[in-house]
């Protein structure tokens, strides 16, 4: 179970709003799941993430400035308890498609969601995401 170095980039795309981010963290792959780890700086925030992806979901766990845990898994919809700053509330989540491709250069995620309002069902978003994962010294970190 070594730990390697890891390039993070995130593509995201949420109601027709583009954004790309990217980070270095790290990646181990345990107990059949690939697990990645960095740390997202936003403004004077500071959240450490955590994914744990497998053929067939994805748990991604927030924790300081955002925090949340959202698990993408197409057979189900999940309940999200969000809190960032002014914003705080319990979502539905539901993955629409979900896919992971280990390549020769690393490793892909894509997920497309919506999200609603817990309590109401009122849609609130639609987002799509694409993670690169990626290994730019085979070193352990």
């Known amino acids: 179970m070594d730990v390697r170095k890891a390039a993070v980039h995130l593509s995201t795309v949420i109601d027709g709003d583009e954004m790309h981010h990217d980070y270095v963290g790290e990646y181990q792959m345990r107990n059949g ?24 979901a994805m748990l991604l766990h927030r924790v300081g400035s955002v925090t949340a845990d959202m698990l993408f898994d197409p057979s189900m919809k999940t309940v999200v308890h969000y809190d960032a700053l002014s914003l705080k509330g319990e979502f539905v989540l539901h993955t629409l498609s979900y896919f992971l491709a280990e390549l020769d250069s690393g490793l892909m995620i894509q997920t497309e969601y919506d999200l609603s309002e817990a309590a109401s069902g009122e849609h609130i978003t639609h987002g799509r995401q694409i993670l690169f994962i990626s290994f730019p010294e085979d070193t352990p970190a």
């Open 33 to 56: 799941s690939h697990c990645v780890a960095y740390t997202d700086y936003m403004g004077n925030g500071i959240t450490m993430v955590g994914i744990e992806a497998s053929g067939s």
